[in-house]
């Protein structure tokens, strides 16, 4: 991969890179993939999201956009994190469609 290094105040787009390993101080250094969702939830309110990582994440964060919007919407929480997926829980328990963006860290 090649190695790029941004100033303070560039600012990092998509076209740059999805997987970014940005190192705070030397020997701590965080991998970071950025990527977007679509889906449908199942009759339990789950939805599957098939991420890029190429690793397991230890933290995750996603926004949503869904159709009929209020709080009936909103995840509740992710269920698993997987090498290739990650399981979100949402309030309604209906065929709800949701997209948007998230984050996975290493």
């Known amino acids: 991969?090649?190695?790029k290094t941004w100033a303070s105040g560039d600012v990092l787009t998509a076209?740059?890179?999805n997987t970014l390993v940005v190192q705070a101080a030397p020997g701590s250094s965080?991998?970071?993939h950025i990527g977007t969702y679509s889906g449908t939830?199942?009759?339990t309110g789950r939805l599957t999201v098939t991420h890029g990582a190429g690793f397991t994440p230890t933290a995750v964060f996603f926004t949503i956009n869904a159709a009929g919007g209020g709080n009936q919407t909103g995840i509740i929480g992710t269920e698993s994190l997987g090498a290739t997926t990650v399981v979100l829980r949402f309030l309604s328990a209906s065929a709800l469609h949701a997209d948007g963006y998230y984050l996975v860290l290493a």
């Open 41 to 43: 939830t199942d009759g």
């Open 30 to 32: 965080r991998t970071l």
């Open 1 to 3: 991969m090649a190695r």
């Open 15 to 17: 076209t740059d890179v």
